[in-house]
């Protein structure tokens, strides 16, 4: 083996211990970073999970939704305006979301 060969095996031996250091150095990093986004993440998870239980059991908000407008009709009218400005908000950002994906 020739000594440029032993030293062209070396410098790139001293290479990959480099990039091994410098790959850890950026895993830490970026779990250090991911940390301030694991609050709002888990939100969201939430916030997901809850609209998923809502779909498959609708009957739960439409009776408790009953109950109101059998022990506060005015309160359940006032319910029911704010639902459905929610439901239209709902619908305009699906649509506007659905046309960003095109």
Request: glycine share 8%.
């Given at each position: 083996?020739s ?9 790139l ?75 239209g908000?709902?619908?305009r ?10």
């Amino acid at each position: 083996m020739s000594g440029t060969t032993h030293q062209h095996e070396m410098e790139l031996a001293a290479r990959k211990q480099q990039l091994l250091i410098r790959s850890a150095e950026l895993r830490v990093t970026l779990a250090h970073q991911s940390q301030t986004l694991q609050g709002p993440l888990a939100w969201a998870d939430q916030a997901v999970s809850g609209t998923r239980w809502l779909r498959n059991h609708p009957q739960w908000p439409l009776g408790a939704l009953l109950l109101l407008a059998v022990l506060r009709p005015r309160r359940a009218l006032a319910w029911a305006g704010r639902l459905w400005w929610g439901w239209g908000l709902y619908q305009r950002a699906r649509s506007w979301l659905a046309r960003g994906e095109r």
